[in-house]
């Protein structure tokens, strides 16, 4: 049979953002209790009381929670400068037997351009182009005959320099992606190497995305 102290932790996992809220001591527990009251229940197969689920919740906080400790102060170390490009947008094509001949022929054509931007991620069934806005009727010529999917205008990326310690630094990506959502910024694109790691958003929150990702980077204690 389940404890409810493991069947809290279990509700407490579902609920985005409410583990932080806990840690800050933004969440009252007594409303906490209450709200997963319904869920504890069901998974213990009788009915728990609201006394029983805040006990758990106090006596996890007094504990310490069991999953990643997501201070910014243990990825600061690994967090290199960071880095701001306007002006791409991205379109999305169907994977196809003559998509790659097309893409080496936009990289010949764009080589020799100056302040130009050109990068493609490859999935199982489709294949996206992120450029910079000085090339995109290039690529709707190029691309013409090829099907297209969707894409974005105005978008703007927020690079991030990752240094070689990175790949220790478990629960890295997750953070950023939390403290990007958090803030309630959405996320078009992410562009990943072994030592950086870009996220495209619409251009009117570039400056948000940075502010967040430099807080990270600083150790901000109010972030």
């Known amino acids: ?9 279990e509700g407490i996992r579902k609920m985005p953002f409410v583990e932080e809220a806990m840690n800050a001591g933004l969440i009252n527990y007594s409303s906490l209790a209450r709200m997963l009251q ?3 229940s069901k998974e213990l197969m009788k009915d728990a009381t ?14 310490g929670m069991n999953s990643l400790n997501l201070n910014p102060k243990n990825f600061r170390a690994h967090i290199g400068d960071i880095f701001v490009r306007s002006g791409l947008s991205t379109f999305t094509y169907v994977n196809s037997t003559t998509l ?26 489709e294949r996206t182009l992120i450029v910079s806005e000085n090339i995109t009727d290039r690529v709707q010529h190029i691309f013409k005959n090829e099907q297209y999917l969707t894409g974005n205008k105005e978008l703007s990326s927020a690079t991030v320099m990752l240094k070689a310690s990175n790949i220790r630094a478990y629960g890295l990506y997750y ?27 619409e251009s009117k929150n570039i400056n948000e995305a940075f502010s967040v990702l430099m807080k990270i980077k600083t150790d901000d204690s109010h972030i």
């Not at 351009?113 to 199982?124: A, K, L, R």
């Open 1 to 9: 049979m389940k404890k409810i102290s493991d069947i809290v932790e």
């Open 38 to 40: 319904p869920f504890v």
């Open 50 to 63: 609201e006394a029983s689920i805040l006990m758990a919740l106090k006596r996890r906080s007094t504990m």
């Open 100 to 125: 790659t001949e097309n893409q080496t022929r936009l990289l010949h054509e764009v080589q020799s351009i100056p302040d130009t931007y050109c990068s493609f991620t490859q999935g199982m069934y």
């Open 175 to 201: 953070y950023i992606f939390k403290m990007i959502a958090w803030y309630g910024i959405n996320i078009i694109e992410v562009i990943s190497t072994s030592n950086e790691f870009s996220i495209v958003v």
